[in-house]
């Protein structure tokens, strides 16, 4: 029963068989006992022996130590993905996916060999790419033997071979990085569990192995696919994918230390670390996770299960009663080191910078997509006032309180609506039909049906109205004025539109002071002037109501067309 109680809750072969050999070896002491006639004296060695194994392999004295040590903290940069390097101001990509406010938040300094290992118990290791010698292995894995505690972060699908790094660092202690996806029912990124709190997660990868669970997630395991750039799949719940409930964080003790991996690393990036569940989860990290010490409570039964059985054959066995009051100690001992842990987690606090400003509020507005104050949020890590401090949650609310007495709630955007594709032949041709400060409060209302992926940055309108908002919220005065809007103007040209044939058009164009080579085309369509005549128009740089499609205009000297054209798709 508990082979197949193994092999269930972690799928892990060998552990499965090291449970039959086990059942074997102990049916065999049962026939010798019951033939030798010492079944009592075997009984009672086999459930002290038990009680050993268990306390053994549990986690509380490593949570113990951790807590009462003073933290000496540091990042290793193993690859250029999952570095701790600010890499630019502009809410891009390359901005959102680097780890330095992470770095910063934990107060871990940043390392780029294992020389200075020695002095710190603490070490990082954030989506590493570059393997490791068996020098560096070895090294690692002593320190943590002698009492360190390393902290791994993974995430989905082995992305740039991670995974595969790691478990070649890790197989000595019976852990596996998986290169699956989590995903819930929508095919998103789900929530995960610990103990009664959930959080909004991301898309984390689980692990098998040798571990204590401290963070769950119900849903579907995906295969990753190293065709696209990303490594998903194709995102959707199919007979493919297996329903369970997956690990996604897990403490494995080692020695006098421990290794405490999670699954999920884009969670602690830059534009992630504005989310409440990102938040409290790091805090939950640093508290080595957590977990119900089941191991040591299952030693602590065992010794009180001893206890009932030498009362009544202490005589037969040892002949002093004074092993019920060492057993009795022993178990109480064990208790409370189980249970110490989860009544006394260290409160550890995150290293936010002075400017940033406390906020409580309902967690749903400010995370997962298509909620009103995700994009937002997103925005933040790279503005003026800091990174929010989240310090309280009120379920249900729809509304975020700041610490400086600033509300925003649910009813403050807009109303839920969509967008229909436009048409690009009027909008060129008509004159921008709102005022500067309009266009960027409009931009702040309906940010919640743009996306959060800054995948080539979102153009200076965008970013001013994120910045302005959040100005706003902290109470900064800016002195930064909106853009003055030149004199317009009229172009021929030649107007592409992915997916479209292209046609000829006339275009208005409307210069930006102080902002070459942006310009406006026509009604509030933002484009940047490439080349000579030539101005790309990113969809990510628009109002939502551009839709999903990038295009490009080439002015020319052709005539305009002598009636208005129709953008008829490619077949």
């Known amino acids: 029963m508990v082979a197949l109680f193994v092999q269930f809750c972690t799928k892990h072969s060998s552990l499965f068989i090291w449970c039959v050999g086990i059942a074997l070896i102990l049916s065999s002491v049962y026939i010798i006992a019951e033939r030798i006639k010492m079944w009592a004296i075997v009984r009672a060695i ?15 004295i490593q949570q113990i130590r951790h807590t009462s040590s003073e933290r000496k903290a540091v990042c290793l940069n193993r690859g250029s993905w999952g570095n701790v390097y600010d890499e630019g101001k502009g809410l891009t990509i390359k901005g959102q996916y680097s780890y330095n406010i992470f770095a910063s938040l934990i107060g871990a300094k940043s390392i780029t060999s294992l020389e200075e290992l020695k002095d710190n118990n603490e070490l990082w290791l954030v989506t590493p790419t570059q393997p490791f010698t068996e020098k560096e292995k070895t090294e690692i894995l002593n320190w943590v033997r002698n009492g360190g505690f390393l902290f791994v972060i993974s995430d989905h699908t082995n992305l740039f071979g991670h995974a595969d790094v ?49 963070l769950l997630q119900n849903g579907y395991s995906e295969r990753a696919d190293y065709g696209g750039h990303s490594f998903f799949s194709d995102n959707q719940i199919s007979d493919e994918e297996n329903s369970s409930i997956y690990t996604i964080g897990t ?65 037969s066995i040892f002949g002093r009663c004074i092993l019920v009051w060492i057993l009795t100690c022993t178990a109480f001992a064990i208790s409370v080191v189980s249970i110490l842990p989860q009544l006394t987690g260290k409160d550890f606090h995150l290293n936010f910078p002075d400017n940033s400003i406390k906020v409580t509020g309902d967690w749903n507005l400010a995370e997962g997509n298509g909620s009103d104050y995700t994009t937002l949020f997103a925005a933040c890590y790279n503005q003026s ?48 039909s709102m005022k500067c400060r309009d266009f960027m409060d409009c931009l702040v209302s309906d940010s919640k049906f743009s996306s959060f992926w800054f995948d080539d940055g979102i153009g200076p309108f965008k970013e001013l109205a994120y910045t302005q908002f959040w100005q706003r919220l902290s109470d900064k005065k800016t002195n930064a004025a909106f853009p003055i ?42 484009a940047q002037e490439v080349h000579k005549g030539v101005f790309l128009i990113r969809s990510q740089w628009q109002h939502p109501s551009w839709g999903q499609a990038d295009a490009v205009l080439r002015l020319s000297k052709c005539p305009p067309p002598a009636t208005p054209p129709i953008l008829r798709p490619f077949l």
Request: hydrophobic residues 45%.
């Open 166 to 214: 790691l478990n070649d660092l890790l197989t000595p202690l019976s852990i596996r990085v998986q290169d699956d996806c989590i995903l819930d029912s929508s095919g998103d990124g789900g929530t995960y569990f610990a103990y009664f709190n959930k959080f909004k997660g991301l898309t984390a990868n689980s692990f098998q192995g040798v571990g204590v669970p401290w």
């Open 385 to 432: 006032c800091g990174l929010p401090e989240w310090c309280g949650k009120m379920q249900g609310s729809n509304v975020i309180v700041f610490s400086n007495g600033n509300t925003i709630v649910a009813h403050d955007l807009s109303a839920p609506r969509s967008f229909d594709i436009p048409n690009a032949t009027v909008r060129l041709q008509n004159l921008p």
């Open 251 to 315: 403490l494995v003790p080692h020695g006098y230390g421990a290794v405490v991996l999670f699954g999920d690393s884009t969670l602690f990036s830059n534009f992630a670390l504005s989310r409440p569940s990102a938040q409290a989860l790091l805090k939950l990290m640093l508290n080595l996770g957590k977990p119900i010490p089941w191991f040591s409570l299952s030693a602590a039964s065992l010794f009180y299960m001893l206890i009932l059985f030498v009362r009544t054959e202490s005589k």
């Open 46 to 60: 086999c459930i002290l022996l038990g009680g050993i194994w268990c306390f053994s392999q549990g986690t509380a």
């Open 485 to 526: 809007l030149g004199k317009t103007h009229s172009s021929s040209g030649i107007f592409t539109l992915r997916g479209y044939s292209s046609i000829n058009i006339d275009a208005k164009i409307t210069p930006i002071e102080g902002l070459a080579p942006w310009v406006i085309l026509g009604d509030w369509v933002i």
